[in-house]
């Protein structure tokens, strides 16, 4: 049986349709009116066609809604309506807003501590707010209030937000603390000293002992004076009293050393490295593997890659009049477009990354006192805020909008390191800051000012030593303090501090239980053969005799032999030349006590009768001896030059 082909046509919709029968309808109703009264005839066809093009749109309706098309054949343009979608957006734009907040909040969960906010955050919330803004009623006036109120209790109990409820002690060393630094996600510590060393602290693995998993040396004989962990906590750079500066990882094993320049040049653009001791240095705020470093020899130094290890940028500082001057800080800010140098002759300098390192893009001289270090340079976490200490015994916070003069100085903060820093509370409203013990103190104080205000918000006596360094975690919301005896001091609150020292102190120190084990076991076995038994102990003295019996138990030497025996030879007489050695000497042997003129001449006789030596040879030309004649008043045997001349 041949069946047909089956043929697909082709499917239009036409979309003007029912603008025709719109136009249709106003015509048979003008010719309605128009009309006189009577009956018309009706067009059966015309009646058949609408009947047909109403099915054809029923059916091409149904089949857009299985395949799920919005039309078919020709596009035609879309007809809004503008006041029905303004409608509709303001009565989604407080949902939106509203899960927006849900999924951020749900979102800063994983971050532990009061973060900062971004410059843009501010006009964004602003715009949210007139979003989502309504008429007010009474009701919301009253809660606007509240919170109004709750933001003024806030400002006031700036002290609370301090976290310094508890407080933990971490036994470094006994030497002073230089150098202090925490990773981004909060899990480990490490910590530098004067003694060369540098100490681990896993807060996971650490029980209420606090002590350190690993301690090293990676520089040898030389302080350590900076530590800081890369933006993923996975390398770790040291800054020592050295030239060079090294790279570690996460567990305290090398993985770079920076190349030591030339010091026999004097351009310091031209060497390789730095050329005297470095002071201090930093990580890039992004870059994994970028790092910057400032040395005595009156340069910044910037470093890009493990492998590649020479520097990439020279930086030059300069004091007044073009003369160079050293480095004694340094530190990008947070979007890493600064880099801010604080030098030894007290002055401030920062230059733009994006520019050339030519000319500094500003230039404060007098900053701090002329000669006075600047030990530490902060930035706050808004970027806008910059944070200064000096061995002058001030601190200074500084507008980068308004570089020209500080916003405020904080005097009286006695310092006598040169690695004393600063730093701001994660949320920017507090600014800390140690000082070294004072003559005629008992204890170190651990200051709070306000940054609004600029008033001392509170003071922490820490210990009976220095305060060096300061850290505040603003993932963990805790407080670090490295000390001049060699001790950290951790300050945590039970509520707003999260992990970090608060899962050590829980854990309980226990004692490891030393268990001894007998190496040599003894085996009875009753029924064993007389060949494989162990003999009976017997008494001490007896056992004594028998092994002093015994030559390889007491060590006894060899005996005297008197003739070469066992492959060995006597003292004499083992061989030829030594058996005729001895008889000869035997033979001719001289007694002690006999005289030495009488065994002489008993061979004068000998010597005149048989003569050998002289005689034969005077026996022809003067067989008889003629001997000299002494003269009067001479002394025989006296030469003639000696003897006295006679007038």
């Not at 058949?48 to 078919?72: H, P």
């Not at 303004?86 to 509203?98: D, G, L, W, Y």
């Not at 040049?265 to 390789?272: A, I, P, Q, Y």
């Not at 507008?399 to 916003?407: A, C, G, H, Q, V």
């Amino acid at each position: 049986m041949q069946r047909g082909k089956i043929a697909f046509g082709k499917i239009n919709l036409n979309l003007n349709k029912a603008v025709e029968k719109k136009e249709d309808n106003e015509t048979d109703t003008e010719k309605a009116t128009t009309s006189t009264g009577g009956f018309r005839k009706i067009d059966k066809q015309q009646m058949q066609k609408q009947i047909e093009e109403v099915a054809d749109d029923l059916e091409a309706q149904k089949l857009k809604e299985v395949m799920g098309l919005t039309g078919f054949g020709r596009k035609t343009a879309k007809i809004f309506d503008i006041n029905e979608q303004i409608a509709k957006a303001k009565e989604s734009a407080p949902v939106r807003v509203e899960t927006e907040e849900k999924e951020n909040n749900s979102e800063d969960e994983d971050v532990i501590g009061p973060m900062p906010t971004m410059a843009g955050d501010d006009k964004i919330a602003d715009n949210n707010k007139k979003k989502v803004e309504k008429p007010k009623g009474d009701d919301e006036e009253d809660d606007d209030d509240d919170e109004e109120d709750e933001d003024d209790e806030e400002d006031m109990n700036l002290e609370k937000r301090i976290p310094d409820t508890h407080e933990v002690q971490m036994q470094h060393g006994n030497k002073a603390i230089l150098a202090l630094a925490g990773d981004p996600a909060g899990a480990r510590l490490v910590s530098g000293s004067i003694d060369y060393e540098i100490s681990f602290w896993d807060f996971a693995g650490m029980d209420s002992s606090m002590r350190s998993f690993r301690t090293i040396q990676p520089c040898e004989n030389y302080p350590i004076r900076a530590l800081h962990y890369s933006i993923t906590g996975d390398m770790i750079l040291v800054i020592s009293g050295n030239s060079q500066a090294k790279i570690l990882d996460r567990d305290g094993f090398e993985k770079m050393e920076c190349v030591k320049g030339d010091p026999y040049l004097t351009d310091m653009s031209r060497t390789k490295g730095h050329v005297a001791q470095l002071t201090s240095g930093c990580w890039h705020p992004y870059t994994k593997e970028e790092f910057l470093t400032a040395a005595m020899d009156g340069t910044l130094r910037i470093w890009k890659g493990i492998k590649n290890k020479e520097q990439h940028t020279v930086i030059k500082t300069r004091a007044q009049g073009g003369l160079r001057t050293n480095a004694g800080c340094c530190i990008y800010n947070r979007d890493a477009t600064l880099i801010a140098a604080g030098c030894l002759d007290g002055s401030i300098q920062t230059w733009d990354t994006r520019k050339m390192f030519v000319n500094t893009t500003h230039c404060v001289r007098d900053a701090h006192q002329k000669g006075s270090e600047v030990t530490s340079i902060q930035f706050s976490y808004m970027g806008q805020q910059l944070a200064t200490r000096s061995n002058d015994e001030t601190m200074k916070l500084w507008d980068l909008r308004n570089f020209k003069k500080p916003i405020h100085t904080w005097s009286n903060l006695f310092s006598r390191y040169d690695t004393t820093d600063c730093c701001f509370s994660p949320d920017d409203r507090l600014l800390v800051t140690g000082e070294s013990l004072p003559k005629g103190q008992t204890h170190a104080n651990l200051y709070f000012y306000n940054t609004q205000t600029f008033e001392e918000v509170k003071r922490i006596p820490v210990t009976d030593s220095h305060i060096i360094k300061t850290l505040w975690h603003p993932k963990l919301n805790q407080l670090f303090v490295g000390c001049g005896n060699g001790v950290i001091k951790c300050y945590y609150d039970e509520q707003r501090s999260l992990r970090g020292a608060k899962l050590c102190v829980v854990k309980t120190y226990r004692k490891k239980k030393h268990t001894e084990v007998v190496g040599v076991s003894q085996i009875i076995t009753p029924h064993a053969l007389p060949m494989f038994r162990q003999e009976k102990s017997r008494s001490s003295r007896k056992k004594m005799e028998k092994e002093r019996m015994d030559p390889v138990k007491s060590h006894r030497p060899d005996l005297p032999i008197t003739s070469g025996q066992g492959g060995r030879v006597a003292s004499s007489g083992g061989t030829l030349s030594s058996y005729v050695i001895r008889n000869l000497g035997l033979s001719k042997r001289v007694d002690d006590d006999q005289d030495p003129r009488e065994a002489i001449l008993k061979y004068a006789k000998e010597a005149a009768e048989n003569p050998y030596w002289i005689a034969p040879a005077y026996k022809q030309t003067q067989p008889k001896p003629v001997f000299s004649v002494p003269t009067e008043g001479s002394e025989e045997g006296e030469p003639d030059n000696k003897k006295a001349k006679k007038e």
